[in-house]
C-alpha cells in the first residue's frame, strides 16, 4: 500500500514537474516567439512532432560538396528531420535549409557538427589545451571555433566534452581535460561560454553539447563504449561537476553516452536526464542521443527491439535520436498504443524548437549562409595568430637536463651551426591536427621542420631524416638518421602517435612509443649528440627509456594548424613553456588508473620502496613517472612566506591564504601555482589531496608578487554518506605547489 502511494505520489510529482519545466521552457523565449511556438505546435501532425526529434547524417563527407542527398531530401521536405549532423559549408547547409523550407510548416533544420578543437583553424587537441591551465586562452580558442563554424552554417557544436579520464589506455582522454574535476569543471565552462559567445542568436554563436553525459570516461579498463559502474557518490563528486558547469554556464544541449551506467544505458537513463539533469539541475536545453545510442540498447541486451529502445529513451528524457532512426520509425505506434504520454513528446519538440527559436532561425533560416562572411572569417590572420598563442601554452616541459633547453643559436660557448630534426613526426603536417579535427583541401599546417626551418638564420643548416615510419618495424632510415645526428651540434627528435592512434575507438592495452620509435631514440642518442625529443601524442604515454636518458623532453600533444611555429617557440625559447600536465604519466600500464586524487587508505605507502603490506606494488613503482600538474619552465620558481588570515574558521567565514612566489631566474616566465586541500577526518574516507584552486601568473626575473586565495565553504564540501553535500567541522591541510607533487608550502587550519 504505502509503495502504492510512493509510486502514485512520484507519478503525480513527476507530471506537475514536466509542465513546469513546460512553462519555463517558454519563458526564455520573447512573448511573440512564445506566441508563434504555440501556434506552431498546435499546427503540427504527430509525425511533425516526432520529425523535428530526428537527427541525420549527410550522406556524404562532411567536408566534401553535397553530391546527393538521396532520400533524406525527401524527409526533409516531408518535415520528417530536425537536424543534420556532418553538414557544413554555406553552400551545403543553404541547399538543404532550402529543402526544409518547401516542407509544410517551414522549420528549419539545425546543423550539427563535431568541432571539438578547430574549425577551419584546429587548435591543439583539448587535453593539450587543458596544459595550458589558461582558462581565458581556452575560452578564446573556442570562440574562434564557433566564429568560423558559425560562419560556415554550423549552428551547433558537439563539445566540450566534459568526461573526467583517469584512464590512458582509453583513447577519447585527448578530447577533454584530463583528471581532474575541479579543473575539468572551470575548462567545461570556459569551452561553453567560448562556444556561445554573446549568446544563441549571435551569428558567431553556436550551440554547445555538454557529452558524454554520463561517466563515459570511467569505461571499465580502459576499453571505449564500455560499462561503468559506480557509487552515486563517486559519480556526483567526481564526474558530474563539470557537467553541472556546463549547465550552469548555459550550454544549450547535452548529449548522452554510450556506456550503461550502473546497469542502465546512459541513453536510457531517467535518473541521469530526467531527475539530475532536467530536474534538479533545471537544465532548460534538449539532449541529443549519441550516434545510434538508442538502438545500441539492444545489443546492450537492455531492449529487445527497436520499439523498446525509443519508448525507453523517450521515457528517460533523450529528446533526440542521432541517427539510430528509431522514434522515426517507433515513437508514432508507441503514442498511439499508449506506451508513450504525448506530453513527453510534446516537451522533447519544445526543447528543440525553443533553441531554433533563440537561434533566429524562424526570423531567417539563413542568417547563417552568407558566403561573404564565411570567406572573411575562415581566412582571418588573427585566428592563426591565436591557434600558435595557445598551442605554445600548451606545450610541456618535462624534462631540461643541463638546460639543453632553449637553444640558444646566439651562445658562443654552444657555437650551433647544424641542427638534425629527425622522427617520423618531424615533417607530419596531418598528424599534427589530432583526432577529432576537420581537414581542408586548402588548410594550411605549419610542420615541424618549416616551424623550425623558419626560425633558422642562414648560417645554421637544418637536416632532416625521418629514421622510421610512426608505426612500422623497419629500420631501413635508422643509417641516414644517425649519420645526420653526427653531423649536427645538437638533435631534436620528433616522436609519437600519430593521429589516429588516441580517439574514439581508440583505446590501447599498451601505450608506449608505437613501432620502433624508442629503438630510433636509441640509436640517436648512441651519436652522443645532446637530443631534445618532441613528444606527439593524444594521450599520456609510457616512454621510460626516452624519460629516463635524454636529456630535454617537450609533451606536444597535437597542437593544430600552427603546431610548427609553437615548437619552434619553444624550442628556441621565443616562449617559455608553462604548460603543466592535466593527468597523471604513468610508469607501467600495470598502474592504470592512476590519479593524484586517490583515497586515502588504512595502509599507505611511505615510498616507492614500502611495499610489506602496504598498499603498493611489489615488482614496481607506486609513484607515476609525471605527476598531475607537473611542468618545467627556463626559469625557477621560489615560493615563501605562507600566512593565514587565521587558523580556523565558520561555515560562513572565508579564510585568505597568501604566500610570495618569486622568479628566481634569468628568464621572464609564468608559473601555475596550485592550492590543494585535504580533509583530514571525514565522515566518509577523503582523497589524499584534491585540487581547489590555481592562478597562472607571469613574473619578470627576479620579480615578487603577493598571491592570495580564497577557502570557503564550497572548497571545503563533499558529498556525504546520505549523498548531502557538506563541509564538516575539523582539521584540513592546505598545500601549495608546483605539482601535485611538488608541494612548497604547507599549513594547517579547522573549520569550527
Ligand atoms: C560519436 C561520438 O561519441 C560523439 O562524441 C560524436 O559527437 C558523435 N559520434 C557524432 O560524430
Not at 147 to 165: K, L, N
Amino acid at each position: 500500500m504505502y509503495m502504492r502511494t510512493l509510486q502514485l505520489f512520484k507519478l503525480v510529482l513527476s507530471f506537475l514537474l514536466l509542465i513546469a519545466s513546460n512553462l519555463m521552457l517558454m519563458a526564455q523565449l520573447s512573448v511573440s516567439d512564445q506566441q508563434k511556438l504555440d501556434e506552431l505546435m498546435s499546427k503540427m501532425t504527430l509525425e511533425e512532432k516526432i520529425g523535428q526529434l530526428n537527427q541525420y547524417t549527410g550522406d556524404y563527407e562532411a567536408t566534401g560538396p553535397i553530391k546527393q542527398v538521396g532520400d533524406k531530401a525527401e524527409e526533409i521536405r516531408q518535415g520528417k528531420v530536425g537536424s543534420m549532423l556532418n553538414i557544413k559549408g554555406t553552400e551545403n547547409t543553404r541547399i538543404l535549409q532550402e529543402i526544409a523550407m518547401q516542407s509544410r510548416l517551414k522549420i528549419p533544420l539545425l546543423f550539427g557538427l563535431d568541432v571539438v578543437h578547430g574549425y577551419y583553424t584546429t587548435f591543439p587537441i583539448p587535453l593539450g589545451e587543458a596544459a595550458s591551465w589558461d582558462l581565458e586562452a581556452i575560452e578564446h580558442s573556442a570562440r574562434i571555433a564557433a566564429t568560423e563554424a558559425a560562419s560556415g552554417g554550423v549552428h551547433w557544436t558537439f563539445a566540450p566534452m566534459v568526461d573526467i579520464a583517469r584512464d590512458p589506455r582509453w583513447g577519447r582522454v585527448m578530447e577533454g581535460a584530463g583528471e581532474d574535476t575541479w579543473l575539468g569543471a572551470k575548462i567545461a565552462a570556459a569551452r561553453v561560454r567560448g562556444f556561445q559567445g554573446k549568446g544563441l542568436g549571435s551569428t558567431d554563436a553556436v550551440m554547445a553539447c555538454a557529452k558524454h553525459f554520463a561517466a563515459y570516461g570511467a569505461a571499465v579498463g580502459g576499453r571505449d563504449y564500455n560499462s561503468v559502474d559506480m557509487s552515486e557518490r563517486m559519480l556526483r563528486e567526481t564526474y558530474l561537476p563539470p557537467f553541472k558547469a556546463c549547465a550552469e554556464a548555459g550550454a544549450a544541449t547535452f548529449m548522452n553516452s554510450f556506456n550503461d551506467l550502473n546497469g542502465i544505458p546512459a541513453t536510457g537513463n531517467a535518473f541521469l536526464q530526467r531527475e539530475v539533469l532536467k530536474g534538479e539541475w533545471n537544465f532548460q536545453g534538449f539532449v541529443v542521443s549519441d550516434w545510434g545510442s538508442m538502438g545500441e540498447m539492444i545489443a546492450h541486451g537492455y531492449c529487445k527491439d527497436e520499439k523498446e529502445a525509443a519508448m525507453k529513451s523517450m521515457i528517460a528524457g533523450s529528446d533526440m535520436d542521432m541517427e539510430s532512426r528509431v522514434y522515426t520509425r517507433e515513437l508514432a505506434n508507441l503514442v498511439k498504443e499508449g506506451k508513450v504520454p504525448m506530453a513527453l513528446i510534446d516537451e522533447a519538440v519544445k526543447r528543440i524548437l525553443t533553441k531554433k527559436f533563440e537561434m533566429g532561425l524562424f526570423d531567417d533560416p539563413f542568417r547563417f549562409c552568407d558566403p561573404e562572411r564565411e570567406k572573411a572569417v575562415l581566412h582571418d590572420a588573427a585566428n592563426r595568430a591565436t591557434a600558435r598563442d595557445i598551442a605554445r601554452k600548451s606545450i610541456v616541459l618535462l624534462k631540461n637536463d643541463n638546460q639543453t633547453l632553449p637553444i640558444d643559436l646566439k651562445s658562443k660557448d654552444k657555437n650551433i651551426k647544424t641542427i638534425a630534426l629527425i622522427g617520423p613526426l618531424a615533417q607530419s603536417e596531418n598528424d599534427m591536427l589530432g583526432f577529432w579535427s576537420i581537414s581542408w583541401p586548402d588548410g594550411d599546417i605549419v610542420s615541424q621542420e618549416e616551424g623550425i626551418r623558419t626560425r633558422l638564420p642562414e648560417d645554421v643548416t637544418l637536416l632532416v631524416s625521418k629514421g622510421c615510419e610512426i608505426n612500422d618495424k623497419s629500420k631501413a632510415g635508422f643509417d641516414e638518421a644517425i649519420a645526420m645526428a653526427k653531423k649536427a651540434d645538437i638533435v631534436i627528435l620528433s616522436i609519437g602517435e600519430a593521429l589516429d592512434m588516441s580517439g574514439e575507438a581508440k583505446s590501447k592495452g599498451h601505450i608506449r612509443l608505437p613501432g620502433v620509435q624508442e629503438e630510433l631514440a636509441q640509436a640517436i642518442y648512441g651519436t652522443g649528440k645532446p637530443v631534445v625529443v618532441i613528444l606527439n601524442a593524444g594521450r599520456p604515454l609510457v616512454f621510460n627509456w626516452v624519460a629516463d636518458n635524454m636529456p630535454a623532453i617537450l609533451y606536444t600533444w597535437w597542437l593544430g594548424s600552427e603546431a610548427g611555429n609553437a615548437i619552434a617557440d619553444v624550442v628556441f625559447g621565443d616562449y617559455n613553456p608553462s604548460g603543466k600536465l592535466p593527468m597523471t604519466f604513468p610508469r607501467d600500464e600495470g598502474q592504470i588508473p592512476l590519479y593524484y586524487n586517490y583515497f586515502s587508505t588504512g595502509r599507505p605507502a611511505g615510498g616507492d620502496n614500502d611495499t610489506q603490506y602496504r598498499s603498493a606494488y611489489i615488482d614496481m613503482p607506486l609513484s607515476p613517472k609525471f605527476p598531475f600538474g607537473y611542468g618545467l619552465s627556463y626559469t625557477t620558481f621560489e615560493y615563501s612566506g605562507l600566512k593565514l588570515s587565521s587558523k580556523t574558521m565558520t561555515e560562513n567565514e572565508t579564510l585568505q591564504i597568501t604566500f610570495q612566489l618569486k622568479n628566481a631566474g634569468n628568464l621572464a616566465g609564468e608559473e601555475v601555482v596550485q592550492l590543494y586541500l585535504k580533509d583530514c577526518f571525514g565522515s566518509v574516507v577523503r582523497p589524499v589531496k584534491e585540487l581547489k584552486d590555481f592562478q597562472k601568473l607571469m613574473l619578470q626575473p627576479g620579480e615578487s608578487k603577493t598571491i592570495a586565495f580564497d577557502i570557503d565553504k564550497e572548497k571545503l564540501s563533499f558529498y556525504n554518506n546520505d549523498l548531502k553535500w557538506v563541509a564538516e567541522p575539523g582539521e584540513f591541510e592546505l598545500m601549495i605547489g608546483s605539482s601535485s607533487a611538488d608541494i612548497r608550502l604547507k599549513d594547517k587550519f579547522e573549520l569550527k
